[in-house]
């Protein structure tokens, strides 16, 4: 004879649903901020896509998705390489003023 299944109890399920709604930071719903940066450095550049593969490693392909926005997270080595490339260093300032130079 089979077992009888146990009723579901919906308020149950509900209660372990519950932490679904806590807020865990913020989330892009588009693209992250730092694309639409790199896109206006590469537009800004004037160099091909190819260009800018030779000089930094990254695939030109990386490069398109990112323009075409069907990347939502890019790595930052990736950023980082294409930022180098192209003469550009990413700072990052403290709360005190200070500069924090990131490839010191």
């Known amino acids: 004879m089979a077992k009888a299944k146990p ?46 593969q030779d000089k930094s490693g990254v695939a030109a392909s990386t490069m398109r998705k990112w323009q075409l926005g069907e990347v939502r997270r890019p790595q930052n080595f990736t950023v980082e390489s294409v930022l180098t490339a192209l003469g550009y260093t990413r700072k990052i300032f403290g709360p005190d003023g200070r500069i924090y130079d990131a490839n010191k």
């Open 7 to 52: 009723k579901t109890n919906i308020v149950a399920l509900r209660r372990r649903l519950d932490h679904l709604d806590r807020d865990r930071g913020y989330r892009w719903k588009d693209q992250d901020p730092v694309l639409e940066l790199m896109n206006r450095v590469i537009t800004d550049s004037g160099w091909s896509l190819l260009n800018i």
